[in-house]
């Protein structure tokens, strides 16, 4: 089993908030868990428990609990509307359920600020915030073992919610421990005012995490993934770039994290993941003792069907007919019959389409089998729910991100470098190799959708490299036209959900909505 223990004990003691609408107060948590730290500092590692499973799980009582009153427990958490709004906006996934706004996800069309599925992410950065300003709060009145050590994995959590704050929203309200017990509405900050903050907080605690940590908690390559990918979309974010920064961080990652290659592509969406050298920081899932339909149950089985698959193959026990891929997914590896690329190799073609041309119809595009939930090295038998931990941070990606810098002209790297990572990675799928006359930044783009696409990065890549909105660049079903138009540059970021903006007057709707 792996290192989730604690976790239930974490969930008991945090326990949920009446509502996030507000986002203006730190909740109200119960004055039990001071006196228990107090009692029993030990039991602060239960209790950082339930903040990492902010990121994966729904409620302080199982799957079908929420934290936050009237967001479904289902459709809600944090990680399945990370793929939400990061894959089913972008290219390479479509979704056909449409049920109440996922249509307008998945055709790039009609976003408006009631779409509840903004909703959800909104309000999970802004219930794991607080919580975590909570715990910070209270540590400056209890005194535990490793306590700067805490609190700096606390703060990263923090910054973690807050750079999804960044990137889908661009702006919101910046709340830390000294507005708990606040009871005016915040003002609000800008996307720049949000960055500067997660910038000097991951800054601030690199020093502090330790270089290795226990399974699934924060050390400093995890830190310090977080800074590359900040900076490494600090054009977009602040206007200004910072592809030198990103390059030192994506480096020390790759230089001091201790990480390897994994040997095995498919090893790192498989029920055992967790025994993989490549992973940085997962998002944990258990089929036993941390389910939930919002984590990777979500993209294992959302992505298999009873109609077309065996899904016990995949070690599913419910099939939901839900994501399928396109051709702007499996397409960049060319013909999938002959390609030697093992990851052309993840998607189920029998009895579908390679065009999609409705995108409502499971059988039409190829469902992805990239992620599953069976073991890698040994048997298991299908649950219900999945035990694949998330990748969120891995290495190849650390590896891509020096590649895109180098080619962007950042200094402190070498081309000789970017294109050996780049060809460690297609070595490792059986992929021809490249030189440098192929790695420009069409090349690097390509390559990260081949190898990152269903892990959350692909909305925020398309837009990094301005292929996101407009004409430029089509796919199937963007602008809810099947081969494609333009879009607004409005659509680079997300409408504030409505809810928020009448709760907090200091808000305002981003343009275009």
């Given amino acids: 089993m792996k290192n989730i223990k604690l976790l239930s004990i974490g969930i008991l003691l945090l326990g949920g908030i009446a509502c996030t609408d507000d986002l203006n107060t730190a909740p109200v948590y119960q004055s039990s868990l001071e006196q228990l730290l107090q009692q029993d500092p030990n039991a602060i590692v239960g209790v950082m428990s339930k903040l990492y499973g902010s990121f994966a799980l729904s409620g302080t009582n199982g799957p079908s609990s929420s934290d936050i009153n009237g967001d479904d427990a289902g459709e809600s958490p944090f990680l399945r509307n990370i793929i939400n ?21 998945t055709t790039t069309s009609n976003w408006d600020e009631n779409n509840k599925f903004f909703r959800y992410l909104y309000n999970r950065v802004y219930y794991t915030v607080p919580q975590c300003n909570n715990l910070i709060g209270i540590l400056e009145r209890v005194d535990v073992e490793n306590e700067e050590q805490i609190l700096g994995e606390i703060r990263f959590l923090r910054s973690l919610a807050y750079f999804y704050m960044i990137d889908c929203f661009g702006k919101g309200v910046l709340l830390t421990e000294a507005n708990n017990g606040q009871t005016t509405p915040a003002p609000q900050a800008s996307r720049l005012e949000l960055f500067n903050f997660v910038e000097s907080e991951l800054l601030d605690i690199e020093s502090v995490l330790p270089a290795t940590n ?12 977080l800074l590359a990918k900040l900076y490494l979309n600090a054009e977009v974010y602040s206007g200004t770039a910072r592809y030198n920064d990103a390059l030192t961080y994506a480096k020390k990652v790759i230089d001091e994290g201790g990480y390897s290659l994994d040997p095995n592509f498919v090893h790192m969406f498989s029920g055992d993941n967790n025994t993989s050298p490549e992973i940085i920081y997962p998002l944990i899932a258990d089929a036993l003792v941390s389910q939930s339909w919002g984590n990777t149950t979500y993209i294992v089985n959302g992505s298999v069907s009873t109609e077309t698959m ?13 994501h399928r891929a396109t051709k702007a997914w499996y ?9 030697t690329d093992v990851r052309a190799s993840l998607f189920w073609t029998t009895g579908h389409t390679y065009e999609m041309g409705d995108y409502k119809q499971w059988t039409n595009g190829y469902p992805s089998i990239k992620f599953r939930n069976t073991n890698y090295s040994t048997s298991a038998v299908p649950t219900q729910f999945s035990s694949t931990d998330f990748p969120l941070f891995r290495l190849a990606d650390a590896y891509l991100m020096y590649a895109e810098c180098v080619v962007r002209g950042a200094t402190g790297g070498s081309m000789t470098q970017a294109v050996d990572y780049v060809n460690q990675i297609r070595a490792r799928a059986n992929a021809s190799t490249i030189t440098a006359g192929d790695l420009d930044l069409n090349f690097i783009l ?3 959708g081949r190898e990152l696409t269903m892990e959350g990065h692909r909305r925020t890549d398309l837009i990094r490299f301005g292929k996101f909105t407009g004409g430029s660049y089509l796919w199937p079903w963007k602008g809810n036209v099947q081969n494609g138009t333009a879009i607004p540059s409005t659509y680079n970021v997300f409408p504030i959900p409505v809810k928020a903006l009448e709760a907090n007057p200091n808000l305002t709707q981003n343009p275009g909505y």
């Fill in 310 to 322: 065996n899904i016990t193959s995949y070690g599913c026990t419910e099939g939901w007919s839900g």
């Fill in 85 to 105: 709004l990061e894959e089913f906006t972008a290219d390479g996934m479509k979704n056909r359920w449409g049920d109440d706004g996922l249509d307008q996800l």
């Fill in 446 to 448: 390509d390559e990260r």
């Fill in 331 to 339: 397409g960049l590896f060319g013909n999938l019959g002959t390609s």
């Fill in 214 to 225: 226990g399974y699934g908690r924060a050390n400093k390559s995890v830190a310090r993934m």
